[in-house]
């Protein structure tokens, strides 16, 4: 509180006419005195001197004319006892009225004095009329010291002064002195008027320096503290200058608001010491209460209350009183003033105490925010100094105003960024998406738009940055764009590596079955009648059983890369040429006539039989059938009619091509095989079979998968990929979905009521999942069953999750409520990226079997697969093998961390369920390469239509349920 000691007390002298009274007493809140309040301000500073001089003028006026009226009187007649003690009284009254004049003060006894020296006077000389002025003189002298009530007594004390000679004589006043009353009441009048201006003025000037001088100490740049120290101070001048008698003997204590307590800032030194820093709770009532009130924006309060006393005793100790004020600004209580004087004195406060709280809460507010500003800005400045993230503030021109340390990890200066055009940075091929985005941001106050651009570094190098762009124009500290931007140049190469898994055969690199129908549904829609029908050959090879019988599975793998090399070599530019599984192939022709397919076709059956892939090893052969599409046919009704071609050239003789005709299987047929489809579905004549997932490497059964089963009354056995997707497509696949699942958790029950503890997965198609009751069918179906949802794991494709993201992360969130667990379905066919992965509520990822199949034999692929491995274990989920045929591959994944696995090494889909319990130990080597066996003795099956079928349906769109 240093600070604030070079107030007015130690530069103000001390005044004659500072009022005593209470400020709410005071001159200015009189409506009788508010004139004299007009006149000193029209008079202004001046007003005090003109007083003073008024005041010595009559001082002096009074002297000289005593003194005249003296020598008058010795003059004009002999001197006598009774003149001379008579013109005593009359000198001596004069030099009371000098006396008063130099000491600045005056009080009643005074004036009794000299009003009993010119009684006397009066009564002594012969000089009516000269005492008479004399008393006027000295009742207006003595008006200029008095309030209201003294200006009374005065005015009866000369009254009688004016009046004693003839009462004392008992001789009747005469008439002149029946008229020097009234001149006695307008003397006292206006000289009375004259004290109040000149009081006024002076109040006015103290406030006009203590305010002045609270003000430049305030705005000096203190602290909070050296603040709240300043107001005490000026706040307990101004009372004891211009409050109640004693006013100087009161405490003002500043409290601030400190996380809901009362902190001391600063008080005064008016007889208590209240230490700084000092904290106490803010009383739920009382004066402190009610002024600090941050609900309210402070109210002032007078009375003490207990609470309030309570907190006085711990400031002050007992026995005071006191008011609070509250200290508020733009609605919020900043804390209050506590003005306090012991009991008996009244602690009313000036009036120009508000103006100095309301000056004091702007300065203390201010400077809350300004240190609340630097306190952000620290902060913002050590965030972004440690951040790992390039952060960047632009203006509107997209010009850099402020780069972060980070982007020395591209090999810049901060300094060499900053006045630069953002742009330049900018590969040429992205900087159009980003200048668009950023654009939008900057039109648009307030928003926020993310995107991705490569961005080079010092060497040249481009680097993948994924960039959130924000509008902070608003912000006081930052008033810009601000972009945070993150490195991510491994995880686009990783998706960018899983995107091209998703969409090629990671064997042979060719479209996979999924890309390849694509490409040729977006070909029939382009397709018009006045161009060339689009034309797909369908490939199958004779001999791959052969080659891996005679050579082993890695020849047959090498026969197939070699044919895909062929094919692309056999085909044109914009052909498309695809693996679709196992030992068939693909091609699709685009803008060819029927001669320009058969020339192809011709040549592509040449092209693989071109001579053996090796030494000793045989040429490869290959059956094709050859389909132009026709007006209103489908993907499936063009494949199906090559498929058709195809098989009609097997059963003839195997080795060469054929087109589709009408002699063939329609694919109208396909409408027949849909009808019988409804009626098994509503005839309960869909089968369910169970594959297991077993532990690894315990290889027990830990779940088994449902999947559907169709045998046709004149077909047979239909493959599961052809007529799931003839239900999808018919909108009866939640009718078959909830059949399986139905199905599937009875058969659960049972084998649980038998002891067995393998869970059930089960297949949910895209339809299902979006449909609005799916939930509540699986919890029906649960209760029917009586099986817990823990026991039930929903089996979701990749593809599906990411073909409506806000849909099916709510259906994926209901479905997670209800208890059951969620597995991601052939993870790496459909692409959902990293970032989707880690916030959708799954607890199970199966890698695709086309991951599964390259290992052992592609670095790259192995690579993929551990890859997938550790982001599980990194997201906390259960990883699946699915596809798994071999022992070596089982052994990798084993290695790589993998604990469960599925595949016909394992067992293919049975009819029967899990076999009764046993451990891990009974699982021998022998159990291993019998499972081994058993895998490859029906991979060799694939001649068997009705088997491989059953396999395709793996790989296909569509997951069977």
């Avoid at 009074?62 to 003059?75: E, F, K, S």
């Avoid at 009774?82 to 006396?99: E, R, W």
């Avoid at 004290?195 to 305030?218: K, Y």
């Avoid at 044919?563 to 692309?568: D, H, T």
Wanted: charged share 20%; proline share 5%.
């Amino acid at each position: 509180m240093d600070s604030a000691e070079p107030t007015s007390r130690s530069r103000s002298r001390p005044s004659r006419w500072a009022n005593r009274a209470t400020g709410r007493h005071a001159l200015d809140a009189e409506p009788g005195r508010r004139f004299a309040g007009l006149f000193a301000w029209v008079l202004g500073r001046h007003t005090i001197a003109i007083v003073d001089r008024v005041h010595a003028l009559m001082a002096g006026v009074h002297a000289g004319y005593a003194l005249l009226l003296v020598a008058l009187l010795l003059v004009a007649q002999p001197p006598s006892p009774q003149t001379l003690i008579g013109a005593a009284c009359l000198l001596a009254a004069s030099g009371s009225v000098l006396l008063g004049a130099r000491a600045g003060r005056r009080r009643l006894p005074q004036d009794a004095r000299e009003a009993a020296l010119l009684l006397a006077a009066g009564a002594l000389l012969d000089a009516p009329s000269g005492v008479e002025f004399v008393l006027l003189l000295s009742a207006g002298n003595a008006a200029l010291y008095h309030r209201l009530l003294g200006r009374v007594i005065t005015l009866a004390l000369f009254g009688l002064a004016l009046m004693g000679p003839s009462l004392v004589t008992g001789a009747a006043p005469d008439l002149a002195m029946g008229w020097s009353l009234p001149r006695f009441v307008v003397v006292v009048v206006v000289f009375g008027f004259v004290a109040d201006v000149a009081r006024f003025a002076e109040r006015r000037l103290v406030e006009e320096q203590l305010l002045g001088s609270a003000r430049t100490t305030l705005t000096a740049g203190l602290d909070v503290d050296g603040m709240g120290g300043v107001l005490a101070t000026v706040a307990h001048d101004l009372v004891a200058r211009l409050g109640p008698r004693g006013g100087d003997r009161a405490v003002c204590v500043t409290l601030l608001l400190d996380g809901g307590r009362l902190r001391v800032s600063g008080s005064s030194d008016g007889g208590a010491t209240v230490p700084t820093g000092l904290v106490v709770d803010r009383p739920p009532s009382g004066p402190l209460a009610d002024a600090s009130d941050s609900r309210s924006g402070g109210a002032p309060a007078s009375d003490q209350g207990s609470t309030g006393a309570h907190a006085l005793d711990h400031l002050l100790g007992p026995g005071w009183w006191a008011t609070a004020l509250p200290l508020a600004a733009g609605g919020a209580s900043l804390g209050a003033l506590l003005i306090a004087a012991p009991t008996g004195i009244d602690p009313s406060r000036p009036s120009a105490l508000d103006v100095l709280l309301t000056e004091a809460a702007l300065a203390l507010d201010a400077r809350r925010q300004e240190a609340e500003r630097a306190r952000r800005e620290q902060l913002l400045h050590t965030v972004l100094a440690e951040s790992s993230d390039l952060v960047l503030v632009l203006d509107h021109d997209l010009v850099v105003r402020y780069a972060s340390p980070a982007v020395a990890q591209l090999g810049w200066a901060a300094e060499h960024l900053e006045g630069q055009d953002l742009t330049w940075l900018l590969h040429p091929d992205d900087r159009l998406q980003a200048s668009t985005s950023l654009r939008e941001v900057v039109d648009s106050p307030g928003s926020r738009r993310t995107f991705e651009a490569r961005v080079r570094d010092a060497r040249g190098h481009w680097h993948v940055l994924e960039t959130v762009a924000t509008d902070h124009r608003g912000d006081p500290e930052l008033r810009g764009i601000l972009l945070n931007s993150r490195a991510i140049t491994e995880r686009k190469a990783l998706e960018d590596q899983l995107a091209l898994q998703a969409h090629t055969d990671s064997l042979t690199g060719l479209l996979n079955r999924t890309s390849f129908e694509d490409r040729v549904g977006a070909t029939l829609e382009a397709w018009r009648a006045w161009h060339p029908p689009p034309a797909v050959l369908y490939i199958d090879l004779d001999n791959l059983k052969q080659v891996n019988d005679a050579y082993g599975h890695w020849a047959g793998d090498e026969l197939l890369s070699a044919v895909a090399q062929r094919l692309r070599a056999s085909t044109r530019g914009g052909d498309a040429v695809s693996r679709l599984g196992g030992d068939e192939f693909a091609v699709l022709l685009t803008q060819a006539n029927r001669a320009t397919v058969e020339r192809v076709a011709d040549r592509v059956l040449s092209g693989i039989r071109n001579g053996p892939i090796g030494p000793g090893h045989p040429r490869p052969e290959a059956s094709m059938g050859v389909a132009i599409a026709r007006p209103g046919w489908t993907v499936t009704q063009l494949l199906q009619a090559a498929d058709a071609a195809m098989y009609e050239v097997k059963r003839a003789g195997k080795g060469t091509w054929r087109h589709y005709d009408d002699a063939l299987p329609s694919p109208q047929d396909q409408s027949a095989l849909l009808t019988d489809l409804g009626l098994a579905i509503e005839h309960d004549d869909i089968t369910v079979h169970y594959q297991p997932l077993v532990s690894l490497p315990g290889r027990d059964w830990v779940a088994v998968e449902a999947l559907a089963r169709w045998t046709h009354s004149e077909r047979g056995a239909v493959p599961p990929a052809e007529f799931v997707h003839l239900a999808e497509r018919a909108g009866l696949i939640s009718d078959l979905g909830r059949r399986v699942l139905s199905r599937g958790l009875a058969d659960l029950a049972r084998w649980r009521t038998a002891g067995v503890t393998a869970g059930l997965q089960v297949n949910v198609s895209g339809t299902q999942l979006l449909a609005p009751n799916l939930v509540e069918e699986v919890a029906l179906a649960l209760e029917r069953a009586g099986v817990p949802p823990s026991a039930l794991t929903l089996e979701i494709t990749e593809t599906t999750l990411i073909q409506n993201v806000d849909r099916t992360r709510e259906a994926l969130d209901s479905l997670r409520a209800l208890g059951v667990r969620l597995s991601i379905d052939d993870f790496g066919a459909g692409y959902a990226g990293l970032g989707y992965l880690r916030d959708l509520p799954v607890d199970e990822l199966k890698i695709d079997r086309s991951y599964i199949a390259s290992l052992g034999h592609s670095h790259e692929g192995t690579s993929l697969v551990r890859t997938v491995v550790d982001l599980a274990h990194v997201l906390g989920l259960e990883i699946v093998a699915e596809g798994v045929e071999h022992e070596p591959q089982a052994r990798t994944l084993i290695e790589m961390g993998c604990t469960r696995a599925q595949g016909f090494l394992f067992g293919g889909p049975t009819a029967e369920g899990p076999p009764p319990e046993r451990g891990g130990e009974e699982h021998s080597a022998a159990d291993a390469g019998a499972q081994e066996e058993e895998a490859r003795a029906r991979q060799e099956e694939g001649g068997a239509r009705q088997e491989e079928g059953g396999a395709r349906q793996e790989t296909g769109r569509t997951r069977t349920p």
